[in-house]
C-alpha cells in the first residue's frame, strides 16, 4: 500500500540537506580556515546529536510499546553522545587545551552504541524471523569481513599503538569494538527486512556512517593522521540522518512477504562488508604487507562462509520451488473442489457435463444426471449445529462415491445439493436407488446419529432430444427432484416432460386434499400394536390413507403436502375423530382397554388450541383415560421446547397419553426426553431392521430398551417384518411390538376381529 507511506516532509529533508552541504563545504573543502572548521566540527556534532535525540525524544512521546522504547534508546544514546561532545568541547575550545583520555567525554560517546543498539533491536520494523540460516551464515560473513577490515585498519591499529594503561587501552579498544557490532547489527537487521522500512533505514544508515567515521578516527589517531574532514562529516551525516529517522514511516503490516520472482533489495548487503574487507587486504598486500596468519584465517573464513551460503540460497530456493508447485497443484485443486467434502464443485460438474453433452451429439454417448437435495438438513444443521452438519454433509459424499462407480463424475452444488454424471449407459434410477439405500442406514457422527434421506430427481439424455446445454438439463433434474420432494422425503422421480416446477401443483393438492377431508373420503387403516406378554392387541395406530385421482397417495406424500398447505389441521382434527369414533365403538361392551394411537404434526404440539381439539374428541366418544395415545416426532420437541411441554403436560393431565414415534433417528437428546414428560416410547424401524443379523444393533436396541425401562416408558419397537427379529426382541424384554409381521395396517371392518386374535404366542 505504497499511498500509505508517509514521505519525509520536504522542509525536513531540505533542512538536513542544506546543513549537509554546508557541513561539507567547511569539513571536506576547508572552507572558513582552520580555526573556524575546528570550532565548525565540535559545534556542529554537538548541535546535530542534540537536534537527532530531540527528535527522536518526541517521536518516543507520539508513539508507544516496542516503538517508543526503540526512539528513548535512541535519543537517550544521542544525547549521551551531545554531552561527551560539550565536554570535548570545553576542553577544546573554551580551555583550548587536548582533551585527556580516558575522560568523562568517552563516557558520554559510548552511551551511543549501546542505545543505538537497544534502539536497532527494538525497532518494530526489524526484518521478519524467516530464512533463520541463511541469516545466521549472513551475520557471520559479515562478522569475519567487518573483523577482517577493522584489523587491518581501527582495532588493529588501536592494539599496536597500545596505551598508558590496561584502563586507557580498553576504552579505546570499545571504539572499534563497539562499531564492529554496530555495523553487524545494521547489516543483519537490513538483511532480514523487506519491504518499505524508512525509519529503520535511515536509522541503521545513520548508525553505520557514525560507526564507520568513528572506527576511521580511531585508525587514523593511531597511526597518528586524523586531520578531521571526512571523517568529522561522517559522524554529522550520521546524527543528520538519525534525527530524519522518525519523520518515515515504516509500513510492515502493509507489506506482503516477498512475492516470488522479486529479489530481496538487502539480500547483497552481506556482501558490502566483504567486498570492503578485499579491497583492503587488496591495498594492503600492494603496498607491500604481507597478511599474517590470523588475517589468512579470516580470509579463508570468510571464503568458506561465502561458499556455504551461496549452497544454502540454492538449496533454500529448490525448496521453495518444490513448494510452489505443491501450492499451485492445490490452488488448481480447490478451483475445482469443494472445499467441505473434496467433492467435484459446480464449474468442475458443469464443464464435465458439457463435454459429455458434446459427446452425446456427435456419436450418442449416454448421459444423465441425478440431483439430489437432503431431507430436512436444515433441522439437522439448526438443531445439533453447523460441525455437526458438516460432518454430515462429509458422511453423505462418502457413501455418495461409494454408491457410485468410478469413473462417475459426484459432486457438490452448494448447502444440501449434490449432482452426480453418469456416462456409462447404466440405468440412472438403478443408480439412484442404490444411493437411496446406502443413505438409509443413521449416520453416527461425533455427539449423535441422524438419520438422513435424500429426495432424487432423475434426467436422461436420450437420442431423439433436441441438443441441450448443461444449465437446461441440470434444470430439469432440479425439476424432478422437486417433483420427488413433493412426493415424501427419500423418494426419486424421473424427468418427464410436462413436469412443472411450480408451487401450484401443491396448492392443488392441499385443495384437494382439504375437500377430501370435508367430504369424509379419507379412510383409516389401524396397524394393531402387539402385546408379547398375552400375544394379542394391546391397541392399534390410525393411519390415513388418501385415494385420488385413481391413486392411492401415499401418507408421506400428502401428510407433508398437507403440512406445507396448512390442512393439516383439518386432517388431524378429521382422524382424531374418526379413530376416537370407531374405538369407542370397539371398546363398547368390552372389559379391556382397547388404545388407538393418532399421528400428531410438528406445527399441532406446539399450539395450545391443539389440547381443546383433542380432550374435545375424548369427551365427545366418552374415551377412557390411557385410551387416546399421540404420537409425536421428536423433530415437533425441537423448535418450541417450552410451549410443547406445556401441551403435552396440559393432554397427560387430560387422561391422553403420548408417544415419541421414530424414536432415535430425529434430535432429541436425553435432557429433551427429561424435559417432556412421555408415556411411550417407539423405537424407529432402523434400529430393528438388522438385528438378527447384526451384533451391534442388538447392543444398541438393547440400550434403547435399558433406556425406555429406566425413564419408566413403555416400548414399542416399529417395523417387526421376520420372526428371527420377533425372537430376539422378546429375548431382550421388549413388551410391545408392531410390524407387518404381526399385521400390516387393516381395514376398520377387520379389527374387530383382530383384537381378540392371538398374533403371536404369549410369553406366559
Ligand atoms: P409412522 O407413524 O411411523 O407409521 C408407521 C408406518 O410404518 C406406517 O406407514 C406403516 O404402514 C409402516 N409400517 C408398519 N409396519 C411396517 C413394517 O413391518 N415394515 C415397513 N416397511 N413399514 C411398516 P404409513 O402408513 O405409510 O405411514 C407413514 C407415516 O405417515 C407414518 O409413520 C406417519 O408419520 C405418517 N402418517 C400416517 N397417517 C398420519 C396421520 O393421520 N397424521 C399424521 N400427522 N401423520 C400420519
Ligand atoms: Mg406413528
Ligand atoms: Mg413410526
Request: glycine share 10%.
Amino acid at each position: 500500500m505504497a499511498t500509505n507511506r508517509r514521505r519525509i516532509p520536504p522542509a525536513a529533508a531540505a533542512a538536513a540537506t542544506a546543513a549537509f552541504a554546508v557541513s561539507a563545504a567547511v569539513l571536506v573543502l576547508g572552507l572558513g580556515g582552520r580555526s573556524f572548521v575546528q570550532s565548525y566540527t565540535d559545534l556542529a556534532q554537538l548541535t546535530a546529536a542534540a537536534v537527532a535525540s530531540a527528535c527522536c525524544a518526541l517521536a518516543a512521546l507520539r508513539t508507544d510499546g516496542r516503538a517508543r522504547r526503540s526512539w528513548v534508546a535512541v535519543a537517550v544514546g544521542c544525547a549521551g553522545w551531545a554531552v561527551g561532545e560539550g565536554i570535548w568541547s570545553w576542553f577544546e575550545l573554551v580551555r583550548g587545551v587536548d582533551t585527556p583520555f580516558p575522560s568523562a567525554a568517552d563516557l558520554g560517546f559510548l552511551l551511543f552504541p549501546v542505545g543505538a543498539a537497544a534502539a536497532l533491536l527494538l525497532h518494530p520494523a526489524r526484518g521478519s524471523e524467516h530464512a533463520q540460516g541463511r541469516r545466521i551464515l549472513d551475520a557471520l560473513v559479515a562478522t569475519s569481513a567487518i573483523a577482517l577490515v577493522s584489523w587491518e585498519t581501527a582495532l588493529g591499529a588501536v592494539l599496536a599503538a597500545g596505551a598508558d594503561d590496561r584502563f586507557a587501552l580498553t576504552v579505546a579498544l570499545a571504539y572499534p569494538l563497539s562499531d564492529l557490532l554496530l555495523l553487524l547489527l545494521v547489516v543483519l537487521i537490513l538483511s532480514g527486512a523487506s519491504g518499505s522500512r524508512t525509519q529503520l533505514g535511515l536509522l541503521a544508515a545513520g548508525v553505520a556512517s557514525l560507526s564507520v567515521s568513528d572506527s576511521g578516527f580511531a585508525y587514523l589517531t593511531s597511526v597518528g593522521s586524523y586531520d578531521g574532514g571526512a571523517i568529522d562529516l561522517g559522524w554529522v551525516a550520521g546524527f543528520l540522518l538519525i534525527a530524519l529517522a522518525p519523520f518515515g514511516r515504516d509500513v510492515t503490516a502493509a507489506v506482503p512477504r516477498l512475492a516470488p520472482g522479486r529479489t530481496d533489495r538487502w539480500i547483497f548487503l552481506p556482501y558490502v562488508p566483504v567486498g570492503l574487507a578485499g579491497i583492503v587486504t587488496l591495498a594492503r598486500l600492494l603496498a607491500g604487507n604481507a597478511p599474517s596468519s590470523l588475517q589468512l584465517g579470516l580470509i579463508g573464513v570468510v571464503v568458506l562462509l561465502v561458499l556455504v551460503r551461496q549452497y544454502l540460497t540454492l538449496h533454500e530456493n529448490a525448496t521453495l520451488t518444490g513448494e510452489l508447485a505443491v501450492r499451485e497443484s492445490q490452488l488448481r485443486h480447490q478451483a475445482f473442489h469443494d472445499a467441505l467434502t473434496g467433492l467435484a464443485n459446480r464449474s468442475l460438474f458443469q464443464d464435465r457435463l458439457g463435454h459429455a453433452l458434446d459427446l452425446h451429439g456427435r456419436d450418442l454417448r449416454p448421459v444423465a444426471v441425478l440431483f439430489l437435495d437432503l431431507d430436512d438438513f436444515k433441522l439437522t444443521n439448526d438443531t445439533l449445529g453447523h460441525g455437526a452438519g458438516d460432518e454430515l454433509l462429509v458422511r453423505v459424499s462418502e457413501r455418495l462415491l461409494a454408491a457410485v462407480r468410478t469413473g462417475d463424475t459426484v459432486a457438490r452444488l452448494g448447502g444440501d445439493e449434490f449432482a452426480v454424471l453418469l456416462e456409462d449407459g447404466g440405468d440412472p434410477v438403478t443408480v439412484a436407488a442404490a444411493i437411496e439405500t446406502a443413505l438409509r442406514a443413521p449416520f453416527t457422527l461425533k455427539t449423535s446419529t441422524v438419520k438422513m434421506g435424500a429426495s432424487i430427481g432423475v434426467v436422461a439424455v436420450e437420442a431423439t432430444d433436441a441438443p441441450t446445454t448443461p444449465d437446461e438439463l441440470l434444470a430439469r433434474a432440479d425439476t424432478a427432484m422437486y417433483a420427488a420432494k413433493r412426493s415424501g422425503k427419500g423418494q426419486l422421480r424421473v424427468f418427464a416432460k410436462g413436469m412443472s416446477l411450480s408451487e401450484l401443483s401443491d396448492q392443488r393438492m392441499g385443495v384437494s386434499l382439504a375437500a377430501s377431508v370435508a367430504a369424509d373420503e379419507l379412510k383409516l387403516a389401524y396397524q394393531p400394536i402387539v402385546s408379547l406378554d398375552h400375544g394379542r392387541p394391546e391397541g392399534v395406530e390410525a393411519l390415513a390413507r388418501w385415494h385420488h385421482m385413481g391413486r392411492d397417495v401415499p401418507p408421506a406424500e400428502f401428510i407433508a403436502v398437507a403440512e406445507r398447505t396448512g390442512v393439516i389441521g383439518e386432517l388431524t382434527t378429521w382422524v382424531l375423530g374418526e379413530a376416537c369414533r370407531q374405538v369407542a365403538g370397539w371398546s363398547r361392551g368390552s372389559t379391556r382397554l382397547l388404545q388407538v394411537s393418532v399421528n400428531v404434526s410438528p406445527a399441532q404440539i406446539t399450539d395450545p388450541a391443539f389440547v381443546g381439539v383433542v380432550l374435545d374428541q375424548v369427551k365427545r366418544h366418552g374415551l377412557r383415560r390411557g385410551q387416546l395415545v399421540l404420537e409425536i416426532t421428536e423433530s415437533s420437541l425441537l423448535t418450541e421446547v417450552t410451549v410443547a411441554r406445556e401441551v403435552v403436560s396440559a393432554l397427560r393431565a387430560g387422561g391422553v397419553r403420548i408417544a415419541l414415534d421414530d424414536f432415535g433417528v430425529g434430535y432429541s437428546s436425553l435432557s429433551q426426553l427429561h424435559a417432556i414428560e412421555l408415556d411411550i416410547l417407539k423405537i424407529d424401524r432402523s434400529f430393528i431392521d438388522q438385528i438378527d443379523e447384526d451384533s451391534r444393533q442388538v447392543r444398541l436396541l438393547r440400550s434403547l430398551l435399558r433406556l425406555g425401562a429406566d425413564l419408566g416408558l413403555q416400548v414399542v419397537a416399529e417395523g417387526v417384518e421376520r420372526p428371527a427379529q420377533l425372537d430376539l426382541l422378546r429375548e431382550l424384554g421388549c413388551q410391545l411390538v408392531q410390524g407387518d409381521l404381526l399385521a400390516t395396517p387393516l381395514d376398520a371392518s377387520e379389527i374387530p376381529a383382530a383384537i381378540d386374535r392371538q398374533l403371536v404366542p404369549a410369553s406366559r
